[in-house]
């Protein structure tokens, strides 16, 4: 794939997610981060290898949408 979306959801600590995301910088992808405010700080390394951090899915789609469309809508 050329783009990697990693979501790192609310109850548990997400190792999985984690090492996912170091195999995909690893291999140079373009990853794109989901998670809420709560994880900001613990994710800050995470999230400076990615192109893009999002909140929701919907934000996701609305990045996803820019690249491939070039519109913000």
Known sequence: SDIVVVKFGDKYKQWNAAFDTGYAAALNK???????????????????AAAAVAKDQTQVVRILKYILEGSLK
Do not use: F, M, Y
């Open 30 to 48: 373009s990853i794109i981060v989901i998670h809420n405010e709560e994880h900001q700080h613990a994710l800050k390394e995470v999230d400076a």
